[in-house]
């Protein structure tokens, strides 16, 4: 019995061994997901208790957001099956999907994620060897050349880090995360734009697979609404930043089909123009001369053509906006209201291409390609107006004795010239010409050059130099064969830029530098045409001045959730000679200006003023989850620099001061607290981000000052308190077929001109509103993508109608029959302004074509509201409001490229 | 495509009427005053029928198109000087809110400042800063003449808008020649009178065929320059030749040239600005300063600046026959045409039969100036 039980016992002990052996070994082999099965026993048990123990029990790794769906049970087994054919089952009840990755690695994502990525490497899992660390490694090729791309951009969204490629086409990314997976997009100019999904788990690889991007196909840029990190808005630590990429501002509807980046950014919250086509943008109850504009570093001191109806950027040339609505960065500053920086793209390393577009009153053209394929690049583009001979054939008087040019050139080289080092040099110019009915001719032009270097220290530490000259000239020819004369204003700055960004470590990031700005202003010369005229000759001193600035931002995740960031800008202005300055006399009883009452005479160098500040910025910011954030911030700005303008609409001969013994600096404090939430994976957004913001020394004129012509303009001018604050709030959505944002601000500017001088008091020293307080203000975004040939849009906007001075009664004086008295000054308000604007754009339908073409048929005032451009009063004192574009305005463009 | 576009927007453009909807509840005092260093007596040599200094009152109107003074009478007027020194005001019976200083010697003195006090019927007085003549008096007006000129505009022809040249002449002074290169501040003011002759006056209408006639709102406007070197042409006003029927017979100015204070031209300066048609880039709209203060009420804002100016005068005719082309009077025809049926008797218009009736009179008389140059 026991020599026949021996074998019986004996096998079962090999097979106890055996099993023991792989019981042990088990760990060591992880299995195939495809060959597990599930049994009916499992009804009932949380589907999250059971994964865990299918990875447990199977070496494999299932890998979700926890939050995305419960631990509810399984039901429905009544057989054995396939684990995953019942997952896929069983996800689709939650709209969630089941990727494997790897046959032992599986992920589960909201199914409307899934088709953003390729089947193939559009899912990747790699290693975490620290939780919540990781090192992003990979290269980057052009699938048809296999050569690698030097500089292509790696982004991984949400957590809002990234890096280029070097010359191997190898990029690593150090970053913190506690995300299961993240996505991360490469892209490329000329390149379609890749995405990924990168998961963590344990069985991942080392190192991402190499991603082969795939040439663009010629093709007018798609509609979509953001090109950087969507949920920037959350992660970020800074408050009042807008970014509008350029194909969310072509996407808007145009006035005569001409694309307009400022007219994009009045559709943001706090952004705001004071009248229909007005030229230039207020921000946050702040005037145009607060905004400082820049295009790739070099600043453009006037940003519109023709009487303000376009702006002066040509937007094939364009990358994206970036508007900082009050102090930002430390690096930022010289403007209390605002900081547009514009960024222009690079040429295509890779095609030649062309592109154009055909207005009814402007035509564009741009060429671009490789100067050393795959390194090297240029960009060229051109705008020309033919609205002047236009305007010769009518037949009106005052048409035909006007004229209205503009034209404007942008030109950009890129130079890659090893791994660690780029160059760049932007060039700009433009101009402007026009005569309404008259023998006076207004021109204008900026003309700029920038040149920037970008340095890689290590993987850690970059640099960004710029070296900028900005040229901005304006000029009145009076041709009267009597009084003829030419008056001219402008100036002329270069400025330098050094910044140093570091990071720390993963959670603390520090830049630094300086910056120096010579500006050389030409208030004002007037000299005449004629011999013996009348008209006084003056030509004031150049106003010569060096605005220097030391900063630094030190920012520091202090936790997961709690981040900081912290600027400090020490900013000097010296304004230099020669120059005569008057000291004024405001104790008077009889006269509306004050009388000079003495003069100094300062020699060529020789130091006038010396002004300076200390510009402290600290933002804060807390995570309340992944997708909510609360801001709060405060900033302080000086500006040095003035721009005089007393007229109702932007003008052409606006011109720039310099600080001085009569002209304080311009200080702004604001402080903003907002909230960021975001919904369905960054899919919608919202936010409310209330501000108060004090400005002091702001400018304004006293009553009847003529700011022209004049050689004692700062005679003219009053100092005092600005105040604005308000709320803005933001919905978007930001990806699906229809798309969009709803932004609607309240918000007052409000100012106070009160001194012991009555000719320097404005309305008896009360708070008064400002020209640009419009306490309401809507703005209704929406694109709608029917195919991919037709898409369609919509833009409504609403706004409070501005402040104006109105008479209110009448009298008669001397000859003259009737004679206005007016009311405190801005005391009333023009109508309320609304427009809904339409956009329909017809695309070539066959992408693989080297040609490609889009039709866009544009109205502008669906409805034909007569909105006020301007109020005009007839010698009774009755108002007319005068409507730019009363009616419907359909406009016809024809966009091109190949 | 462009005749689309300007088509566009020419259409597009638009202009309407629009009510702030504004109710001024507290009318302001406007004090109209200025006194020179001319005397009624000395004005007469101008040669004219002599000036008295006036002090006009009103109060401000609402925003309308009624144009018809609200005036303030019975209000007490005096000026006075540093040496306290009282000029009464007398109103107007004939033309309340008007006072008149009577004082036919009355010149204002380089060596004294002077001041305006106005006492309303309500009992709160107005007063003037004190104001003195600028240090650098007018000088003659040198010579006024006129050239020939074209400008455009436009006529309807069967209802469709065409252009067309219109004759105009301008009429010109010379800056006196300003050697010192002080900044002087000009302003000209102008008097029209010209003779109106009723073309069908006969008969028992004989005595009422030719007047002289004023018109206050003829050439009311002013001429500014603030001026460095003289010598320079001054274009004063242009009058329209085409069927203005002032030059038919004989036209005269009497033209005013002002040297004023910086203040008191900024004040004339803004006030001319005021009544020209706004644009868009043009300075917002702004209050006229004034010299003017309530004594026993600050918040009371009165309107107007008292001036002190230093005058000189020229007085220039003009005929139609100086120009190089005719110019047909037509009043007679136009006077004889028939408006009415052709059996019914001749009804022309009052002021072809008298020209007391004349349209365009503030004033006529038929008793010739006794320093009237005619034909």
């Given at each position: 019995?026991?020599?026949?039980?021996?074998?019986?016992?004996?096998?079962?002990?090999?097979?106890?061994?055996?099993?023991?052996?792989?019981?042990?070994?088990?760990?060591?082999?992880?299995?195939?997901?495809?060959?597990?099965?599930?049994?009916?026993?499992?009804?009932?048990?949380?589907?999250?208790?059971?994964?865990?123990?299918?990875?447990?029990?199977?070496?494999?790794?299932?890998?979700?957001?926890?939050?995305?769906?419960?631990?509810?049970?399984?039901?429905?087994?009544?057989?054995?099956?396939?684990?995953?054919?019942?997952?896929?089952?069983?996800?689709?009840?939650?709209?969630?999907?089941?990727?494997?990755?790897?046959?032992?690695?599986?992920?589960?994502?909201?199914?409307?994620?899934?088709?953003?990525?390729?089947?193939?490497?559009?899912?990747?899992?790699?290693?975490?060897?620290?939780?919540?660390?990781?090192?992003?490694?990979?290269?980057?090729?052009?699938?048809?050349?296999?050569?690698?791309?030097?500089?292509?951009?790696?982004?991984?969204?949400?957590?809002?880090?990234?890096?280029?490629?070097?010359?191997?086409?190898?990029?690593?990314?150090?970053?913190?995360?506690?995300?299961?997976?993240?996505?991360?997009?490469?892209?490329?100019?000329?390149?379609?734009?890749?995405?990924?999904?990168?998961?963590?788990?344990?069985?991942?690889?080392?190192?991402?697979?190499?991603?082969?991007?795939?040439?663009?196909?010629?093709?007018?840029?798609?509609?979509?609404?953001?090109?950087?990190?969507?949920?920037?808005?959350?992660?970020?630590?800074?408050?009042?930043?807008?970014?509008?990429?350029?194909?969310?501002?072509?996407?808007?509807?145009?006035?005569?089909?001409?694309?307009?980046?400022?007219?994009?950014?009045?559709?943001?919250?706090?952004?705001?123009?004071?009248?229909?086509?007005?030229?230039?943008?207020?921000?946050?109850?702040?005037?145009?001369?607060?905004?400082?504009?820049?295009?790739?570093?070099?600043?453009?001191?006037?940003?519109?053509?023709?009487?303000?109806?376009?702006?002066?950027?040509?937007?094939?040339?364009?990358?994206?906006?970036?508007?900082?609505?009050?102090?930002?960065?430390?690096?930022?500053?010289?403007?209390?209201?605002?900081?547009?920086?514009?960024?222009?793209?690079?040429?295509?390393?890779?095609?030649?291409?062309?592109?154009?577009?055909?207005?009814?009153?402007?035509?564009?053209?741009?060429?671009?390609?490789?100067?050393?394929?795959?390194?090297?690049?240029?960009?060229?583009?051109?705008?020309?107006?033919?609205?002047?001979?236009?305007?010769?054939?009518?037949?009106?008087?005052?048409?035909?004795?006007?004229?209205?040019?503009?034209?404007?050139?942008?030109?950009?080289?890129?130079?890659?010239?090893?791994?660690?080092?780029?160059?760049?040099?932007?060039?700009?110019?433009?101009?402007?010409?026009?005569?309404?009915?008259?023998?006076?001719?207004?021109?204008?032009?900026?003309?700029?050059?920038?040149?920037?270097?970008?340095?890689?220290?290590?993987?850690?530490?970059?640099?960004?130099?710029?070296?900028?000259?900005?040229?901005?000239?304006?000029?009145?020819?009076?041709?009267?064969?009597?009084?003829?004369?030419?008056?001219?204003?402008?100036?002329?700055?270069?400025?330098?830029?050094?910044?140093?960004?570091?990071?720390?470590?993963?959670?603390?990031?520090?830049?630094?530098?300086?910056?120096?700005?010579?500006?050389?202003?030409?208030?004002?010369e007037s000299r005449n045409t004629v011999e013996l005229s009348n008209v006084l000759e003056f030509d004031i001193d150049d106003h010569k001045s060096l605005e220097t600035a030391l900063f630094a931002q030190y920012s520091w995740d202090i936790t997961t959730n709690f981040a900081v960031s912290a600027g400090l800008r020490y900013s000097q202005f010296y304004r230099f000679g020669k120059g005569l300055v008057y000291e004024y006399d405001y104790n008077l009883t009889n006269s509306q200006f004050p009388e000079k009452r003495d003069s100094v005479n300062y020699g060529a160098n020789e130091l006038i003023e010396f002004q300076h500040g200390l510009e402290p910025r600290v933002s804060l910011r807390y995570k309340l989850n992944n997708s909510t954030s609360l801001k709060a911030s405060y900033y302080r700005t000086y500006q040095y620099i003035h721009l005089i303008s007393n007229t109702t609409s932007s003008s052409p001969l606006d011109y720039w001061l310099s600080g001085g013994p009569n002209l304080d600096p311009q200080i702004g404090d604001q402080f903003?607290?907002?909230?960021?939430?975001?919904?369905?994976?960054?899919?919608?957004?919202?936010?409310?981000?209330?501000?108060?913001?004090?400005?002091?020394?702001?400018?304004?004129?006293?009553?009847?000052?003529?700011?022209?012509?004049?050689?004692?303009?700062?005679?003219?001018?009053?100092?005092?308190?600005g105040i604005a604050y308000g709320v803005e709030f933001l919905a978007r959505k930001n990806t699906g077929q229809l798309n969009g944002w709803l932004s609607y601000t309240y918000s007052r500017s409000l100012l106070r001109f009160n001194s012991a001088y009555d000719i320097l008091t404005v309305n008896d020293g009360d708070l008064y509103p400002s020209q640009y307080d419009q306490p309401h203000n809507l703005s209704v975004v929406l694109n709608y993508t029917a195919s991919k040939i037709l898409s369609i849009s919509a833009n409504f906007s609403y706004a409070t109608g501005r402040p104006i001075t109105v008479p209110i009664s009448k009298f008669s004086y001397g000859g003259y029959p009737t004679v206005n008295s007016y009311s405190q000054r801005n005391e009333f308000r023009v109508p309320g302004y609304h427009r809904l604007d339409l956009s329909v754009t017809l695309k070539g339908e066959h992408p693989e074509k080297r040609f490609q073409g889009e039709w866009v048929l544009s109205i502008f005032n669906v409805y034909g509201r007569n909105n006020v451009?301007?109020?005009?009063?007839?010698?009774?004192?009755?108002?007319?409001?005068?409507?730019?574009?009363?009616?419907?305005?359909?406009?016809?463009?024809?966009?091109?490229?190949? | 495509?462009?005749?689309?576009?300007?088509?566009?927007?020419?259409?597009?453009?638009?202009?309407?009427?629009?009510?702030?909807?504004?109710?001024?509840?507290?009318?302001?005092?406007?004090?109209?005053?200025?006194?020179?260093?001319?005397?009624?007596?000395?004005?007469?040599?101008?040669?004219?029928?002599?000036?008295?200094?006036?002090?006009?009152?009103?109060?401000?109107?609402?925003?309308?198109?009624?144009?018809?003074?609200?005036?303030?009478?019975?209000?007490?007027?005096?000026?006075?000087?540093?040496?306290?020194?009282?000029?009464?005001?007398?109103?107007?019976?004939?033309?309340?809110?008007?006072?008149?200083?009577?004082?036919?010697?009355?010149?204002?003195?380089?060596?004294?400042?002077?001041?305006?006090?106005?006492?309303?019927?309500?009992?709160?007085?107005?007063?003037?800063?004190?104001?003195?003549?600028?240090?650098?008096?007018?000088?003659?007006?040198?010579?006024?003449?006129?050239?020939?000129?074209?400008?455009?505009?436009?006529?309807?022809?069967?209802?469709?808008?065409?252009?067309?040249?219109?004759?105009?002449?301008?009429?010109?002074?010379?800056?006196?020649?300003?050697?010192?290169?002080?900044?002087?501040?000009?302003?000209?003011?102008?008097?029209?009178?010209?003779?109106?002759?009723?073309?069908?006056?006969?008969?028992?209408?004989?005595?009422?065929?030719?007047?002289?006639?004023?018109?206050?709102?003829?050439?009311?406007?002013?001429?500014?320059?603030?001026?460095?070197?003289?010598?320079?042409?001054?274009?004063?006003?242009?009058?329209?030749?085409?069927?203005?029927?002032?030059?038919?017979?004989?036209?005269?100015?009497?033209?005013?040239?002002?040297?004023?204070?910086?203040?008191?031209?900024?004040?004339?300066?803004?006030?001319?600005?005021?009544?020209?048609?706004?644009?868009?880039?043009?300075?917002?709209?702004?209050?006229?300063?004034?010299?003017?203060?309530?004594?026993?009420?600050?918040?009371?804002?009165?309107?107007?600046?008292?001036?002190?100016?230093?005058?000189?005068?020229?007085?220039?005719?003009?005929?139609?026959?100086?120009?190089?082309?005719?110019?047909?009077?037509?009043?007679?025809?136009?006077?004889?045409?028939?408006?009415?049926?052709?059996?019914?008797?001749?009804?022309?218009?009052?002021?072809?039969?008298?020209?007391?009736?004349?349209?365009?009179?503030?004033?006529?008389?038929?008793?010739?100036?006794?320093?009237?140059?005619?034909?």
């Amino acid at each position: 019995m026991v020599n026949s039980d021996f074998p019986s016992f004996y096998r079962l002990k090999r097979l106890t061994l055996f099993l023991c052996f792989f019981l042990y070994l088990g760990p060591l082999f992880s299995q195939d997901l495809k060959s597990v099965y599930i049994d009916p026993s499992a009804n009932g048990v949380g589907i999250k208790d059971y994964l865990s123990q299918v990875e447990k029990d199977y070496n494999v790794d299932f890998i979700f957001d926890e939050d995305k769906f419960g631990n509810f049970g399984m039901n429905g087994l009544v057989f054995r099956r396939k684990l995953l054919d019942y997952l896929h089952i069983y996800f689709d009840a939650f709209e969630l999907k089941l990727v494997l990755i790897k046959p032992n690695v599986a992920v589960i994502i909201p199914s409307d994620l899934v088709n953003k990525f390729s089947p193939k490497n559009g899912f990747l899992a790699l290693k975490q060897p620290i939780p919540g660390k990781i090192n992003l490694t990979g290269e980057i090729y052009d699938i048809d050349l296999n050569e690698p791309l030097i500089g292509a951009q790696i982004v991984v969204e949400s957590v809002n880090v990234g890096g280029i490629t070097n010359l191997d086409g190898n990029f690593s990314i150090n970053y913190n995360t506690n995300d299961k997976y993240n996505i991360v997009r490469t892209q490329y100019k000329g390149f379609d734009s890749y995405l990924q999904l990168v998961a963590y788990s344990e069985y991942g690889d080392d190192k991402m697979p190499r991603t082969s991007l795939y040439p663009s196909i010629t093709k007018l840029e798609d509609v979509i609404i953001r090109a950087h990190s969507i949920d920037r808005n959350v992660s970020g630590k800074l408050t009042g930043i807008e970014n509008l990429g350029i194909e969310s501002i072509k996407s808007l509807p145009t006035f005569m089909g001409e694309v307009d980046l400022i007219n994009g950014l009045t559709t943001l919250p706090g952004v705001s123009t004071v009248g229909e086509l007005a030229s230039g943008f207020n921000v946050r109850g702040g005037n145009l001369g607060q905004n400082l504009i820049r295009q790739d570093g070099a600043i453009i001191y006037n940003p519109s053509h023709l009487f303000g109806f376009y702006s002066a950027f040509n937007p094939d040339i364009v990358d994206d906006v970036t508007l900082i609505k009050g102090g930002g960065n430390a690096r930022f500053g010289s403007r209390v209201s605002s900081i547009m920086d514009v960024t222009l793209r690079n040429g295509e390393t890779r095609n030649y291409h062309i592109n154009g577009g055909l207005g009814m009153v402007s035509s564009r053209i741009s060429v671009e390609g490789p100067l050393i394929k795959n390194k090297s690049s240029f960009i060229l583009g051109g705008r020309i107006s033919y609205a002047d001979w236009a305007l010769d054939i009518t037949k009106d008087v005052q048409l035909t004795q006007s004229s209205a040019d503009f034209g404007d050139v942008t030109a950009k080289l890129f130079q890659m010239i090893d791994e660690n080092n780029f160059i760049s040099l932007s060039g700009y110019a433009s101009f402007d010409s026009f005569s309404l009915a008259s023998d006076s001719l207004f021109s204008w032009g900026n003309r700029s050059l920038a040149l920037k270097w970008g340095h890689n220290f290590n993987s850690n530490t970059d640099s960004q130099l710029t070296l900028a000259v900005s040229k901005y000239n304006s000029e009145l020819h009076n041709k009267d064969g009597i009084e003829g004369f030419i008056y001219k204003n402008g100036i002329t700055s270069t400025n330098l830029i050094y910044n140093v960004e570091s990071k720390i470590s993963e959670n603390k990031q520090i830049n630094y530098g300086l910056e120096a700005n010579y500006s050389k202003i030409n208030p004002g010369e007037s000299r005449n045409t004629v011999e013996l005229s009348n008209v006084l000759e003056f030509d004031i001193d150049d106003h010569k001045s060096l605005e220097t600035a030391l900063f630094a931002q030190y920012s520091w995740d202090i936790t997961t959730n709690f981040a900081v960031s912290a600027g400090l800008r020490y900013s000097q202005f010296y304004r230099f000679g020669k120059g005569l300055v008057y000291e004024y006399d405001y104790n008077l009883t009889n006269s509306q200006f004050p009388e000079k009452r003495d003069s100094v005479n300062y020699g060529a160098n020789e130091l006038i003023e010396f002004q300076h500040g200390l510009e402290p910025r600290v933002s804060l910011r807390y995570k309340l989850n992944n997708s909510t954030s609360l801001k709060a911030s405060y900033y302080r700005t000086y500006q040095y620099i003035h721009l005089i303008s007393n007229t109702t609409s932007s003008s052409p001969l606006d011109y720039w001061l310099s600080g001085g013994p009569n002209l304080d600096p311009q200080i702004g404090d604001q402080f903003s607290l907002g909230v960021f939430k975001n919904f369905q994976e960054d899919k919608y957004e919202l936010s409310a981000e209330g501000y108060y913001k004090d400005v002091k020394n702001t400018i304004d004129y006293i009553e009847g000052a003529e700011v022209k012509l004049s050689e004692s303009i700062e005679g003219n001018l009053i100092q005092g308190n600005g105040i604005a604050y308000g709320v803005e709030f933001l919905a978007r959505k930001n990806t699906g077929q229809l798309n969009g944002w709803l932004s609607y601000t309240y918000s007052r500017s409000l100012l106070r001109f009160n001194s012991a001088y009555d000719i320097l008091t404005v309305n008896d020293g009360d708070l008064y509103p400002s020209q640009y307080d419009q306490p309401h203000n809507l703005s209704v975004v929406l694109n709608y993508t029917a195919s991919k040939i037709l898409s369609i849009s919509a833009n409504f906007s609403y706004a409070t109608g501005r402040p104006i001075t109105v008479p209110i009664s009448k009298f008669s004086y001397g000859g003259y029959p009737t004679v206005n008295s007016y009311s405190q000054r801005n005391e009333f308000r023009v109508p309320g302004y609304h427009r809904l604007d339409l956009s329909v754009t017809l695309k070539g339908e066959h992408p693989e074509k080297r040609f490609q073409g889009e039709w866009v048929l544009s109205i502008f005032n669906v409805y034909g509201r007569n909105n006020v451009f301007a109020v005009s009063f007839d010698e009774f004192g009755r108002a007319s409001k005068v409507s730019i574009v009363g009616n419907m305005f359909p406009s016809l463009s024809y966009n091109f490229k190949f | 495509m462009n005749r689309v576009l300007i088509f566009l927007l020419l259409l597009a453009s638009c202009v309407e009427p629009f009510d702030f909807n504004r109710n001024n509840l507290d009318p302001q005092l406007v004090i109209e005053a200025y006194v020179s260093d001319i005397s009624y007596n000395e004005s007469l040599a101008a040669p004219s029928n002599g000036r008295y200094f006036e002090v006009k009152l009103k109060w401000t109107r609402p925003v309308s198109k009624i144009v018809d003074d609200r005036i303030t009478p019975f209000a007490d007027v005096k000026l006075i000087d540093d040496q306290n020194t009282e000029w009464t005001y007398h109103e107007n019976i004939n033309k309340w809110g008007t006072y008149i200083l009577f004082d036919q010697d009355f010149k204002a003195c380089d060596d004294r400042m002077y001041k305006l006090q106005v006492t309303t019927q309500d009992d709160f007085i107005y007063e003037s800063a004190w104001e003195k003549l600028p240090s650098l008096t007018s000088s003659p007006v040198e010579d006024i003449w006129f050239e020939e000129d074209d400008i455009k505009t436009y006529y309807y022809p069967a209802g469709e808008e065409k252009i067309r040249d219109k004759k105009i002449i301008n009429v010109s002074t010379t800056i006196p020649t300003n050697p010192d290169g002080q900044v002087r501040y000009y302003k000209w003011e102008y008097y029209p009178m010209w003779v109106y002759e009723a073309p069908l006056a006969v008969g028992a209408f004989s005595p009422f065929r030719k007047c002289w006639i004023t018109n206050s709102l003829y050439l009311n406007e002013y001429a500014l320059q603030e001026d460095v070197v003289g010598g320079t042409e001054q274009v004063l006003f242009s009058i329209d030749i085409e069927k203005n029927d002032r030059l038919y017979t004989n036209f005269s100015v009497l033209v005013y040239q002002q040297s004023t204070s910086k203040d008191y031209f900024y004040f004339s300066q803004l006030m001319q600005e005021q009544n020209k048609p706004n644009g868009i880039f043009d300075t917002p709209p702004a209050n006229l300063p004034t010299n003017f203060t309530c004594i026993n009420d600050p918040s009371k804002k009165p309107v107007g600046y008292f001036g002190v100016v230093s005058e000189t005068t020229r007085r220039w005719y003009f005929n139609k026959d100086e120009l190089s082309y005719f110019v047909e009077n037509p009043l007679r025809e136009n006077c004889l045409a028939k408006f009415n049926r052709p059996q019914d008797p001749p009804d022309p218009a009052e002021e072809c039969l008298s020209c007391l009736s004349y349209e365009k009179r503030e004033t006529a008389t038929l008793t010739e100036p006794s320093w009237w140059i005619g034909n």
